[in-house]
């Protein structure tokens, strides 16, 4: 089950801080630069797959609150209906 804390939270603002970061240093890339270019090419990519990995946790995340919903409805319209029908006295 996924932890809901703040450390999942922390983790994904340091990749995001971590693609302004890479974002900034292409920006200021000399374009001859080639070894720079490959080193931040790869740095993209390994952040990319990074987020990628985050997304397909907060989907799976997602996926299982859906189903725990759809479960807890379930009980309840089920234990609503097991109940007898309240009566009112005039």
Known sequence: MADFTSDGAVAVEQ???????????????????????????DDVDTLRRRLLRECARLDEDLRRATVRVTAISAYARGAQSARPPLRREH
Request: charged share 25%.
């Open 15 to 41: 990749l995001l801080l971590r693609l302004r970061r890479l974002t900034i240093q292409a920006e200021a890339a000399d374009v001859n630069d080639r070894a720079m270019i490959v080193a931040l090419i």
